[in-house]
Every structure is written in C-alpha cells, then in structure tokens.
C-alpha cells in the first residue's frame, strides 16, 4: 500500500493562514489534495492538521483527516518528518510499502511528476526520492557584508571562475518526497545512503514562505497553463 500525508499545520508566521490561502480561486491544500487524487497513486490521503479549519477543507476536497495534529508538533519548530514519522506510526505502518509527503504549497507540481518519482524510488530500489532542480545562480559565488559598506566573496576559491565553469549543483524543490516507510522508521528521518531524485523544471518549482513568493507563484502558475 502507498498513502500520501499532506502536513498542514495553522499557524504560518509570514504569510498568514498560509495552507489555505487563496490562490486562482480555491484555497492552497485543494491543490495538494486533487495533485494525489489525480495521480492515481494512494490508497489513502491524509491531511495532518492542528486546524479545524483545514480538516474541514481536507474533508471537503476528498482527503482523510484521522486525527488532530498535537500542539508539540505543531509549533514553529516542529519538523515535517516529525509529522510524518508520527502520522506513520499513528495509522499503523504495517502494511504501507511507501508513502508520499506532499507540501500544500505544491501548487505548480503535476500529477505526472509524481508518477515519475513513484516509479524511480521503485526501479532504483531506492529508500528515498527527493525531486531537485538546478539554481539559477550558482551558491558557490555567494557575497556577504562585513561592516558598514563592504562586502566580500565567501569562497575566494570560486571568486574568479565564470559560472559556467562551475559545477552543477541542485537543491530539492521542497513539494514533495516518497520514502521507503521501513527505512523512515529505521533511520527516523535521516537522509539514508540509498536517496535518489527526480529532475524538475525550475519554472515549475517555487518555494513560497513571503507575500512576493505568492505573486511569483501566480505568475507562473498562469504562464505554465497558458496553450501552448
């Protein structure tokens, strides 16, 4: 059996009521919720929430909310893979091979991308897939400031090297994950040795935590629908 947990806590500092913000219309888990449905992947989806007010959206758009996400993990602190180690363990992991976390704010991940992964974290025999995409600009040139007025390369290794004679260097699109349940369980959350990933196209990647990520988002959700 492979489930999907969609973690959907209350409380967002920067952008308020985040996981069910409107976005296009309807609010931001619906997009979650119907990208599993569509998928055709899960036995079952779950929503883990502290809010009432998200369960009752969860409910609305098709998903299960089986119990009320406890205060100590649902504070600033509380981690995703704490919630979803507790959402596993809760249900009862016994007869779930995988299972998918999907963050609310996946509003540009398609049903097909999770497709893929479910396919890849199976072929490879691997224990957990993360989605990546490659930076816009390359991190190993960052500047910071020291003073009043200066700044400085951090790394003067790369200081001189145009960016195309950089590596290439990625970072995890931060939508969504499978994991091998067993191997979350043994490891407890951390990366195991046996991760693989799956390619996605920075244009429909976005990582929204302030108000101009929503504008962005926006931009391109409408640029990604518009016929081709």
């Known amino acids: ?15 308020k009521n985040k996981n069910i913000k409107i976005f296009n219309g309807k609010p931001m888990i619906y997009y979650a919720i119907n990208l599993a449905k569509n998928s055709k992947l899960f036995s079952r989806i779950i929503v883990s929430t502290d809010s009432l007010k998200i369960a009752r959206l969860a409910k609305k758009y098709g998903a299960e909310v089986p119990f009320k996400r406890t205060k100590k993990l649902s504070n600033d602190h509380s981690t995703s893979t704490e919630v979803i180690l507790d959402t596993v363990k809760t249900i009862s992991s016994e007869n779930i091979k995988y299972h998918c976390c999907i963050y609310p704010t996946a509003i540009l991940t398609q049903s097909k991308d999770l497709i893929k992964g479910y396919k890849r974290i199976k072929n490879t025999k691997a224990d957990y897939l993360i989605p990546i995409t490659n930076y816009d600009y390359s991190p190993l040139r960052p500047l910071k400031k020291f003073k009043k007025h200066w700044i400085k390369f951090i790394y003067n290794k790369y200081k001189r090297k145009r960016s195309q004679d950089l590596p290439d260097l990625f970072h995890d699109t931060g939508t969504f994950y499978f994991y091998k349940t067993s191997s979350l369980l043994k490891n407890k959350g951390n990366l195991p040795i046996k991760t693989t990933f799956l390619m996605i196209d920075r244009i429909r990647t976005i990582d929204i935590n302030e108000p101009q990520d929503l504008k962005m988002a926006e931009f391109q959700y409408k640029l990604l629908k518009k016929p081709k």
């Open 1 to 15: 059996m492979t489930i999907c947990i969609i973690p959907a806590r209350g409380g967002s500092k920067r952008i």
